[in-house]
Every structure is written in C-alpha cells, then in structure tokens.
C-alpha cells in the first residue's frame, strides 16, 4: 500500500479518529469542496509533501477513502500503513511531524521502542562513572576523548548504549565538535543493532508510528527497520490493543492471519521495486514463522513460472522435434533465475524444489534425447551429438533425485560412447590389422624352423634366403585394402578433428600408438603418415591456460652437474573448467635427442602422467627424469617438451653447468699436471740441440784451420750454449712460479665457493 494514498491520509484524520470525528470530518470536506474552497489537512505531513509533491483530493476521491475505512478489517489494514495518536509520545511527536521537524520525531518514538541501558556498561566502564549513568550522547564522545578510545571504539559504546544511528551520525562526523580529532578511524560502522523493546500497553503505538515513518524511506535499511518494527507490533500479545484503537472493542482478530496481509501488501509495493533477493534482506531481521510464510509466498510465482515454461516446451517439442535443441536451451535460460531463487529460498532438500528441478532437469534431458534422434534419422549436418551432450549436461546440474539423474547420467554415457564410434571404429581396424601382421609373422617364422629340421636344409639342398623371409612378412597384408578401409573409416580431416576433441583419453593414446604401428611397419604408408601429421597439427581443447613454468632439481638446488639427479617441471595454471588431463613429456639434451627407458617410458617421449585438473589446481608437477646415483645430464641446454593427444603446447629450456667448485677444480686439476710436465720438461731444447750438434760440427777436423782458431770457435759456441741453457732455466723458473701461483689462487677461490 502506497502511504501517500492511505484513505487515512486522503480524509485527513488519524487511524485512531473517532466514529464522531470521522463525520465532522467528512462533512467539513465536503462542504468546502462543493464551495470550491481548499482545505487545510493537519496530517499532510512535510515528509509526505517533500516525498509524493502536493495530494489533489476530489469529491470521488474523499467517498472512496471513506468507503475504505467503514470495516473494522480495513480500518486495521490501512491503519498499519498510517499513524495514530494513542500516547502523549505520539501526541509531541506528531506535533514535531506536522511542523516537518522529523529528526526530533523519531528520536521520541526511538527512545520508546529501543532499549537504551545507560549503565554498569561492561566493555568500556571507565566511562560511566556517574551515579544513574545518564550521560548525553555529547557526554559519552568527551568522556571517549579522555580514555583515548578510537572513532570505531566509540560508535561501539553508543550503539550499545541504544543511541540511534542518526543520533551517532551526528555526533561523530561533526568536525565542530572537541571530540572529532580525537576520534580518528573512520572505518564504517556498518550495520546499527535493532534492540527493541518488547511490545507494551504503553508502546504499541510508537512501534505502528516508528514503522510507517521508516517503510516512507527510500534507504533499504530504514524499510528492515520499519518492517520489523511492524511485525513485533503485531505479533505481540498488545496487538489486539492497536486494533482497539482503531476498529471496534468488540472486533477481534488473529495475529498470524493480519501478519500474513501485512506481508502480502508489502510484497505488492515491493514487486516492481526489489529483487527477490533484496526482499529477502529486508525481512531477514523477522522471526522464523515470518521467513516461512515469505518463502512461500515468494516461491508460487516461480514454480508456477516454471512450471507453464515445462508445459509449453513440452508441447514444441513434440510438435516440432528437430528444434527441440533449441528449446531445451531457451527452457533452461528461462527458467535459470527463478529455479536459482527458489534453491536459496527452499534448498535442494524441499521435496517442493526436487519435484520442479527434476521435471526441469527431464524436460531438458528429453529434447536432447529426441533432438538427437530426430538429426541422426535425417542425416543432419550439425553437431548433434554435440547439442545432446550439451543439454544432458545441462540437465545433470539441475537434477536432485536419484532416478532423474541416474537416467540423465545413462544417456550421457550413451552418447559418450557414441562420441568416441569413430576413434572405436580406427581402433578397431588398425588393431585388427596388427593382429593380422603378427600372426602371418609368426606363421612365417614357425615355416623356416620347420625347414631348418627338414633332411634337405640339414643335407644342403635347401637354404634360405632372409632377405625373402623378411619381404614375405612385410607383404603378408593387402596394405591398399587397409588404406580403403582406413579412408572408408577416417574419410576427411573433420573425423579427426572430431577424435582429437573426445574426453576418452585411453582411447585417444590407443589410437595414436596403433597408428605409429601402422606408419612403421606398412609398405604402403603414405596415407597413415598424413593421418599422423594432419592429427599432430590439430590444437587440442585445453581446460587451462599456462601462466608460467619452472625447472625443478634435486632438494631445489641449481643446476649444477655435481647437484643433479632428477629434474621436474611445475606448470602454475589458471583453470577454465574441470578435466582429467595426460600430458607427454620430451627430455631432450643440448644434442636433440630424446631420453628415454626401453621399460617405462612411453613410445617417442620420456615420461607420461595424468592429473584430475579441477577449479582448485593452480599448480602441477611432473615427476623428475634422471639417476638415483650419478648425473646423466649433459653439459649444455636441454629442452622440456610438453605435448597433449600429440600436440606441442609448452617449451622449456635450461642450462645444466658445472658448478664453481667443479670448474675450479677442473682448472686446478689441469694446472697441476701442466706443472708436472713443465718441471719434467726443458725449454729451448730445439735451439739448445741446435747448438750442441753446430758444436759437434766445430770440433770436427778441418783443413787449414789452426788449432787456435778451432779453440776459439768452440768456447765462442760454448758460451752460446751456455747463454741458451741459462735463458731456458730462467723462463722455466718464471714460468713455473706464475703457474705455481695460480694454481694457489684457484685453490682460494674453491675454499670460497659456495657451490
């Protein structure tokens, strides 16, 4: 009910007005209308003006307000929505409305309704000292000042002591006041406490009169304020005192039933103006009987809503089954809000939501059973299996009992195996074609031994020829027979790309492996190698973004040779939406090669591992490929290669190097042996040699040469042999000082390493 419209309002009384001041009122009307004369109305209230602008009355208007109010019903219904003078509270404080002093108003009515104990305050008790405890709001900031106390600290201690919230507001954002420096976090208070009184003879009118003040607000809070406030008043053993006062002392009325129209009036101001969700905030403060009855009455719009909805996709459906794809989907976009409303409202136990969930969850499922259906009969072009999938899926989120979702999860598995027909199909061939090959193979073999132990091989006669044995086994298949039955099977890239998109990761790895079989062993292999290629080069679905990656080693140490025994890989990721996922891993060294084990790992990569991938995974971690004992990694960069259903999705590189203290000791050990050779070795031996056999030659008999003359030659050799000898020690002396010193300067530098 609109309160700017109360027929209360539009005649210009209270709703306690007397039977006599009705009629003087009424006459009073009428006869300044028919004299077209305007009427001063006491309670239209500022507020109302400055919330709903000037209220024109006319003669039809002022009957029908008054045709309203005749019944005892009516008078209490419309007289919820309005104020009464039942105590001199309400006496000054509609006097305060009527001169549009509302702040002064409300406190009155706030200091009847709300507890407000002044004393033996527990947290901060420094601050009540006085004798009965009865401090102004002005008194407690001053006091607050003294104790040291934060902003936050004294909105706690006012709001305890039931000062409201505009009382605070006032108070501790008023820059003029001593207290405000001091009080000095300004982090929001939030919600202020509702503590009401409970409902008196003295106070029921307060609470109707505080109520509909709060429910003229436009700030959601105030409407929780005045809804709770209405309901303690009618919820109360005093109600009846309220009802008394505006209707007859002989009527009588039943709380729960006049709770149920007060709620049932609030909800029709309340439907175009709040969402299900907001109104569910605004009642959220009432007592458990009140939230019952709301959630009753905010459920039967949407069952009712989805309900008609199943009904009439039902009917589409089977008028027009090969758009029932289309429907299913507008079925649950159109129903999504209101089943999500009812699951918060009831949750997924009330056999009122199971009942509309399951037969939201069958609709869905239906249309993509005959969808599906419908398409595969008519050779659709679409994805159909696809589409199905999608609704069943769909339909699984929704489904609560175990018969619809056990029968949701069947067609789903049905349709999963219908996905996976043509990675089977391949599988099946090639399969077929490896059992073909190996049988002919050792057909052909169990041939030879039989002829090694035959008279003639054993005589001679006969021999064999291996070469023809291996070309009998490679050619004991049709192979052009297995290329039309691969195109027959595998007829375009579309196939394909279908098999690369499937879940069924065991089926999609057999298929590959068989294929690579295939490729190897057929003499006619240029089909299968295309088959491969074009696979390889198909980017798979990934559930995950790859954020980024790192090297991992033994006890998160560098990659040094002497610290390396196993190395991993971490991938950190960001997940789009649950999956299992097996990825393949390459290790190659600075040479391109792959590391493999003959025993473990998988065809043409190291290591294979799956993960459960779900919304929580941020990061995964592979298992670490080396030795237990020693390091089997080369000097160099290496590469990590990660692959999913064959395809390259990540590259990582690294460095594995010595470490300091291995470098240094290298360098050590190499200086020490060019030591040793260099204090075993001389120098200038070629030029000394040289010299020595010039000598040999000089001492030697020559003609007409005097003895004085050879005795001069030779100690004029000698002396350079002499000068060769000294200059090669003393560059084997330097030379093995400077070396003798670097040896001692990397021994240094391996003390200090700290690797």
Not at 697 to 702: A, V
Request: some cysteine; hydrophobic content about 35%; glycine content about 4%.
């Amino acid at each position: 009910m609109d309160i700017g419209k109360n027929p209360f309002r539009i005649a210009g009384i209270l709703s306690n007005a007397t039977a006599k001041e009705l009629q003087k009122q009424k006459g009073k009307i009428q006869a300044y209308i028919k004299v077209g004369k305007e009427v001063e109305y006491e309670y239209d209230f500022p507020v109302l003006f400055s919330r709903d602008g000037v209220l024109t009355r006319t003669e039809d208007s002022i009957k029908k307000a008054y045709s309203l109010i005749e019944q005892n019903q009516d008078k209490v219904n419309y007289a919820l929505f309005w104020f009464l003078n039942a105590s001199p509270f309400d006496s000054t404080a509609i006097e305060y409305l009527k001169n549009g002093d509302d702040e002064k108003a409300v406190k009155i009515w706030e200091t009847v309704v709300f507890s407000r104990t002044r004393y033996n305050y527990v947290k901060y008790p420094q601050i009540m000292t006085g004798d009965d405890g009865d401090y102004t709001i002005e008194d407690v900031i001053i006091e607050s000042e003294k104790e040291g106390l934060t902003r936050k600290e004294t909105i706690e201690v006012l709001q305890d002591l039931g000062f409201s919230e505009y009382e605070i507001n006032k108070a501790t954002n008023d820059e003029t006041k001593p207290a405000y420096k001091k009080i000095v976090d300004n982090t929001p208070f939030g919600k202020f406490r509702s503590a009401f009184r409970d409902v008196n003879s003295e106070n029921f009118s307060a609470f109707n009169n505080f109520g509909t003040y709060k429910l003229l607000s436009s700030d959601k809070n105030d409407i929780k304020t005045g809804i709770e406030a209405k309901l303690n008043l009618i919820n109360s053993e005093y109600f009846e005192n309220f009802v008394h006062s505006v209707a007859d002392e002989t009527f009588t009325i039943n709380n729960q039933n006049q709770s149920e129209k007060f709620i049932d009036e609030l909800l029709m101001q309340f439907k175009n103006q709040y969402s299900s969700s907001e109104i569910l905030i605004l009642f959220s403060g009432c007592d458990e009987t009140t939230q019952k009855y709301l959630s009753k009455k905010l459920t039967e719009g949407p069952l009712h809503k989805i309900e008609s909805q199943i009904e009439s996709c039902k009917k589409k459906r089977k008028a027009e089954k090969g758009s029932a794809y289309e429907f299913g989907l507008k079925l649950f976009r159109s129903s999504k809000d209101d089943l999500s409303l009812l699951k918060s409202l009831l949750g997924t136990s009330d056999i009122k939501y199971k009942a509309v969930a399951d037969q939201l969850a069958n609709e869905i499922m239906q249309c993509g059973i005959d969808y599906f259906n419908e398409s595969q009969e008519n050779d659709s072009s679409e994805d159909f299996l696809k589409q199905a999938r999608e609704l069943n899926d769909t339909a699984l989120t929704i489904a609560v009992g175990s018969l619809v979702r056990d029968r949701v999860k069947d067609h789903i598995s049905t349709l999963e195996e219908m996905k996976d027909r043509e990675v089977a199909q391949a599988i099946a061939l090639l399969q077929s074609v490896k059992d073909a090959y190996e049988t002919n193979e050792k057909d052909i073999i169990l041939q030879i031994e039989k002829l090694k132990e035959s008279i003639e091989f054993l005589l001679g006669e006969k021999t064999i020829n291996q070469n023809a044995v291996a070309d009998n086994i490679k050619n004991s298949i049709d192979w052009d027979k297995v290329n039309e039955l691969l195109k027959e099977i595998l007829p375009d890239e579309e196939s394909l790309v279908r098999i690369k998109a499937s879940s069924n990761n065991e089926l999609k790895s057999e298929f590959v492996e068989l294929a690579y079989w295939l490729k190897d062993y057929s003499q006619k292999s240029v089909r299968i190698k295309k088959i491969i290629d074009y696979y390889k080069n198909i980017p798979p679905k990934l559930p995950f973004k790859i954020i980024s990656s790192e090297i991992t080693n033994t006890d998160g140490k560098p990659l040094f040779r002497k610290f390396i025994r196993y190395i991993g890989l971490n991938l950190k990721l960001e997940i789009q939406e649950d999956s299992d996922v097996t990825f393949y891993l390459k290790y190659l060294d600075p040479y391109g090669n792959v590391s493999r084990n003959s025993k473990s790992s998988p065809m043409r990569y190291t290591i294979s591992d799956s993960f459960p991938i779900t919304k929580n995974t941020t990061l995964i971690s592979f298992v670490g490929w080396g030795n237990a004992k020693t390091c089997d990694y080369k000097l160099g960069e290496h590469q990590i290669k990660v692959y999913i259903d064959e395809y390259l999705i990540h590259t990582k590189k690294y460095t594995v190097d010595l470490a300091p203290s291995e470098r240094l000791g290298q360098e050590i050990k190499s200086a020490e042996l060019e030591l040793r050779r260099m204090n075993r070795g001389d120098y200038r031996t070629s030029e000394i040699r040289s010299a020595k056999n010039e000598m040999s030659e000089i001492q030697k008999f020559k003609l007409f040469r005097g003895s004085s003359e050879k005795q001069s030659q030779i100690d004029s050799q000698q002396t350079k042999i002499d000068k060769l000898i000294k200059k090669s020690q003393k560059e084997k002396k330097k030379d093995i000082k400077a070396l003798e010193e670097k040896i001692c300067k990397l021994k240094m530098e391996l003390s200090a390493a700290k690797y």
